[in-house]
């Protein structure tokens, strides 16, 4: 390291200074600095290097450090007290609003078992005094015919149709009809003894009609009747037929009575007879069929009035009539036989009788579920007084299910606040048991939910807002003065070292340790790996700053403060300095002047860390890198003498693009490039300003290399020359025709070089026979005019995308626009892509929907500029997916241009909607655009449909290897295995193209394609299915591809779907055939 020259920084060639200036370059000696911050701590170095930018990071790091150590007292003590006012805040916040919510849940609760037990004891007291006016009348009915000496079934009843309307007055039923017991022997005399004992029917119908009923003419029956018409003598009954009933309705279509009860209701009134119970029938209107089906009507019949509405559930009960109940009903197995059920009476009433004028107006919500064990069940609401009918069916919302009472009918007289006075037969608990559930429901707790726990709960959040603003005004106060701290400590380490010194060296040399004693023990990292750890920027050392012991000298200096340098024996320098640019610059301005340099010095950026070649900085116009360091290399000279030939190529290309805003002039700028290998000292020089520095005469030759070089040229030394020739690249080295006067060097022999790229890749034996590696072959001038022309068959379309998106824009303005990018809502589509392609494949992709004011509105797309990011980008991006096609014979660049041509041929042959003739509906011919648009199955309609099909066309064989998918799986290829074994080729080039896409640098022209995340989706959807189309091999393919074609052109395959849904299919169809074609 002693025997290195030292070199003064002045030497530097001034910046801007021209390459034909042999001044320039006169010093002996060079030494190459990477500046990191000015005094205040700002980035003050020309490199617009994003990616190798580490001094800047670690400076940052450097300076929160110090702002840390000095402040973290601070910083605890903040950190509670934000703990605290959280904690405490939401502390209060939930106890409040939890003792708030449960006051009003225990009013809710509360106010729920009392109409629980209002509406119980009201159905309880309705049943009770229903069963009781029956009970009554039955007694009655007796008592008469034991006086008037009658049997049964032959017993009349006096004055029936006042009766019957007392008792329906008390039971609040609908129907009420005594049905004597008639067995098969009495049959023939009952029909008789009917027919010549009903006086009272039309005793019953004076006195409706003095009501103001109107009713027409009745009929006696022929015999008793059942569902089907007249029973037969050899019926076996027993016969309950219908006689007395109230009210007494007449009907054309069937007789007055006689109507067999017991043919419908058997098992009810069979249960009846044998328990002496009172027994519930089926209830109808629950089901839908009993209010559409006749039959149900007739089995009805004389149970309800022909007039009355099924559609709300309806019951009948069936009481008993015995002998010998003349004073009311004791019956015991003793005395059963004296007993014997002569006859029945039933009673009809709508369920929602029993729950009408129960509640208050205002306790509106109860939720009542009535059902019996016979798995009928249907629902009602209680609003206050009015009961009404929700549906079949448990409809009770199941987040009360804890807030339920449950009661079965013949238990409700424990219900009774009053008791029960009935003494009459039982509701039976064996046949079809009634039960009746009550629920609570939303309107029920909305009458009792009020905003208080919210009010409270926004009181204690205005409290803590207040609060954390006071905290935030007094933190911003102190975040200002940790500022100023910071600032002091960068511009002047020395203080900062002379408050905390122990801390600070601890932060620049973590290897650090304490011996016993106390004392700093000797460092044991050494210099090498310091300086490696200080290019990668992975480091928290403070290296740039002078420390106290630095200030007084080496030999009063620690050993953790010793310098970081190191040598490094294999490298590779190179100068590139652009050849025209004093001249070229001193006309233009200066924002002009860095849009060039910023342009170019960025790509070479991004070429550098491809190459993994170090960039150690610009000065002026010229950019200096290295390989070899801060790792070591074998292949130093190689990596740098491609990295120059790629700056080279892309220098042309982009000074060529700058040219149309920068002037035509600008295309004629060139690089001068000179590269040199040999041993460098590489190290930090720590002060006001930390550089990183490269030393030594390989510095000063690589120099020499570039300022004696040519225009356009990439010269070498003879050291250089030698490595590359050793390294098997000797065709690319030509010499030089006369040796060069270097100065300081005297004449010496350098060399031209010219990198190439020739081959390809054998998938077979997997050797590399590239000279090159395929990503970055130079672009030749067939491969440019490929280039140029899918830009401007890009740009055009983009163009298309930006006319439709603004007129859409203008139409959504007026309010009027038709829903474009239509489908599921869908979130941002990232930086990765979203699986495996063939797993995205869709059965149908959904296309929007035409609008035909779009067509008339759009802007004419020939008059759309486009900003210059875009169409920068639109190039990069092509030239990038050129480079990424291998040299195959077919799945080429080549290829890949001329499918892109044939899809654009195919769109341009399909009549666009846009081209018709906009009619109005006057002219009685429709809207040809509309009617274009349907037959085309709107793929021209969108300009992104049209877009996403050139768009697979480019890339549908990216990194192709140039064999097929079988041969990928026999050979084992690493893409079977991540993409299982199925269409392998295909999937990889959606990736690869698709990642490139959604890289950081492409963002402006991601964003003017897809500028919703529906957008984006949707062009993800067409480029899979269109590229993995071209796999006309893959069996599951071809399979979903038969089957959708079948369903989208048999109408017998797609019943019951819209044909939205089969136009879209077609469409997806047709745009996997334009590739397909054209492939």
Request: glycine share 8%; aromatic share 8%; net charge negative.
């Amino acid at each position: 390291m002693a025997s290195q020259e030292k070199v003064i920084e002045g030497d530097l060639p001034p910046a801007g200074a021209d390459d034909d200036d042999d001044d320039a370059s006169s010093d002996d000696d060079y030494s190459i600095g990477r500046e990191s911050f000015s005094d205040d701590g700002s980035e003050v170095d020309g490199d617009n290097n994003n990616n190798n930018n580490s001094n800047s990071k670690r400076g940052r790091r450097q300076g929160n450090d110090i702002a840390v150590q000095e402040s973290r007292a601070v910083t605890i003590v903040r950190f509670l007290v934000v703990i605290l006012l959280l904690a405490v805040t939401a502390g209060v916040a939930y106890g409040v609003y939890f003792y708030v919510s449960e006051s009003e849940t225990e009013d809710f609760e509360n106010d729920f078992d009392d109409s629980s037990e209002k509406v119980l004891d009201s159905v309880g007291s309705v049943l009770d005094q229903s069963l009781g006016a029956i009970d009554n009348f039955m007694v009655s009915v007796i008592s008469y015919a034991e006086r008037s000496n009658s049997t049964w079934p032959y017993v009349t009843i006096p004055d029936f149709s006042v009766r019957a309307a007392k008792v329906l007055s008390l039971s609040k039923a609908s129907v009420f009809g005594v049905y004597a017991r008639v067995t098969a022997d009495d049959r023939a005399g009952w029909e008789q003894w009917a027919n010549e004992n009903n006086d009272w029917i039309n005793e019953s119908i004076e006195v409706q009609e003095r009501q103001g009923e109107e009713l027409s003419m009745w009929s006696e029956p022929e015999a008793i009747s059942g569902v089907e018409g007249y029973l037969p003598t050899e019926h076996p009954g027993p016969h309950f037929p219908s006689f007395y009933s109230a009210p007494f309705v007449t009907a054309d279509d069937r007789p007055a009575y006689g109507f067999d009860l017991h043919e419908t209701f058997s098992e009810e009134l069979d249960a009846m007879v044998d328990k002496r119970v009172v027994t519930m029938g089926r209830t109808f209107g629950a089901d839908k069929e009993d209010v559409e089906n006749v039959e149900v009507s007739k089995k009805v019949s004389g149970l309800v009035l022909p007039d009355e509405d099924l559609s709300e559930p309806i019951v009948a009960m069936y009481y008993p009539i015995v002998e010998n109940a003349t004073s009311g009903v004791s019956i015991t197995e003793d005395n059963a036989d004296d007993h014997k059920v002569v006859g029945a009476i039933a009673m009809t009433i709508f369920w929602r009788e029993l729950l009408q004028n129960i509640l208050s107006p205002g306790s509106d919500g109860m939720v009542v579920v009535i059902g019996s064990d016979c798995n009928q069940v249907f629902t009602y609401h209680i609003f206050g007084p009015v009961a009404e009918y929700v549906g079949t069916g448990d409809l009770h919302d199941t987040e009360y299910d804890h807030m339920t009472r449950f009661v079965y009918l013949y238990q409700l007289a424990n219900f009774s606040f009053r008791g029960s006075s009935y003494t009459g037969f039982p509701l039976s608990d064996e046949q079809c048991p009634y039960w009746m559930k009550l629920y609570a429901s939303d309107t029920m707790r909305d009458d009792h939910e009020t905003n208080n726990p919210l009010i409270f709960t926004i009181v204690a959040a205005s409290i803590f807002v207040f609060t954390s603003f006071v905290f935030c005004l007094y933190d911003c106060v102190s975040e200002r003065r940790q500022r100023k701290v910071l600032r002091v400590a960068v511009q002047s380490t020395a203080v900062v070292s002379s408050l905390f010194p122990q801390v600070v060296r601890d932060r620049i040399f973590p290897g650090t340790q304490q011996s016993s004693n106390g004392k700093s023990g000797l460092r044991v990292e050494n210099a090498k790996g310091r300086l490696q750890q200080f290019l990668r920027g992975d480091g928290d050392g403070e290296e740039g700053e002078d420390t106290p012991e630095q200030a007084r000298g080496p030999d009063k200096a620690g050993t953790s403060n010793a310098p970081i340098a190191e040598l490094f024996s294999d490298t590779t320098v190179m100068f590139a300095d652009i050849a025209g640019f004093t001249a070229w610059s001193s006309v233009r301005e200066p924002a002009q002047v860095f849009t060039l340099l910023e342009t170019l010095y960025g790509a070479f950026d991004r070429l550098a860390q491809r190459r993994g070649v170090f960039k150690v900085e610009t000065i002026g116009d010229s950019y200096v890198a290295v390989t070899g360091l801060p790792e070591p290399r074998v292949d130093h000279a190689v990596a740098m003498g491609k990295f120059a030939r790629d700056c080279r190529e892309k220098m042309a290309e982009l000074t060529e693009k700058l040219g149309r805003t920068l002037g035509p002039d600008t295309g004629d700028l060139q690089l001068r490039i000179g590269l040199n290998s040999g041993p460098v000292t590489a190290g930090v020089l720590r002060g006001e300003r930390s550089r990183f520095q490269l030393f030594g005469d390989t510095v000063n030759t690589a120099a020499r290399m570039e300022s004696t070089g040519v225009v356009s040229k990439i010269q070498v030394s003879q050291t250089t020359a030698d490595l590359l020739t050793s390294a098997g690249k000797g065709h690319w080295v030509t010499k030089r025709d006369g040796e060069v006067e270097a100065k300081g060097k005297g004449r010496v022999q350098t060399y031209f070089i010219e990198p190439s790229g020739k081959g390809g890749t054998s998938v077979s034996s997997g050797e590399d026979t590239a000279d090159e590696d395929d990503e970055f072959q130079v672009m030749d001038e067939k491969t440019r005019r490929l280039v140029d022309w899918n830009c401007e068959i890009f740009g055009k379309l983009i163009k298309q995308i930006v006319a439709r998106r603004e007129a859409w824009q203008a139409l959504s303005k007026k309010g009027n626009a038709k829903k474009q990018a239509s489908g599921r809502a869908l979130p941002p589509v990232t930086t990765s892509t979203k699986g495996k392609p063939l797993d995205e494949v869709k059965e149908v992709i959904e296309l929007p929907e035409f609008d035909p004011r779009l067509a008339q509105d759009s802007t004419n797309p020939a008059n759309i500029e486009l900003d210059t990011a875009v169409t920068t980008q639109l190039r990069e991006y092509v030239s990038l997916i050129a480079s990424m096609y291998r040299a195959n014979p077919f799945h080429c660049f080549e290829h890949a241009s001329h499918v892109t041509m044939s899809v654009v041929k195919l769109l341009s042959r399909i009549v666009a909607p846009s081209d018709g003739v906009i009619r109005t509906a006057q002219d009685g011919k429709g809207e040809l655009a509309s009617t274009l648009h349907d037959h085309t199955y709107g793929i021209t309609s969108d300009p992104l449909t049209q877009f996403a099909c050139v768009f697979s066309a480019l890339i549908h064989d990216v990194d192709h290897q140039g064999v097929p998918n079988s041969t990928l799986l026999a050979e084992n290829s690493p893409l079977v295995a991540t993409y299982d074994g199925h269409s392998m080729a295909e999937q990889n080039s959606v990736d690869l193209a698709w990642k490139l896409l959604m890289e950081d640098q492409f963002e402006d022209l991601r964003t003017i394609i897809c500028a919703t995340p529906n957008e984006m989706n949707r062009f993800r959807e067409l480029v899979v299915n269109s590229v993995m189309a071209t796999d006309i091999m893959d069996k599951d393919l071809k399979d979903l591809r038969n089957q959708r074609w079948d369903k989208a052109f048999q109408e017998t395959s797609r019943l019951g779907e819209s044909q939205e849904v089969n136009t879209n299919r077609k469409a997806t169809i047709v745009i996997e055939h334009l590739i397909q074609a054209s492939d």
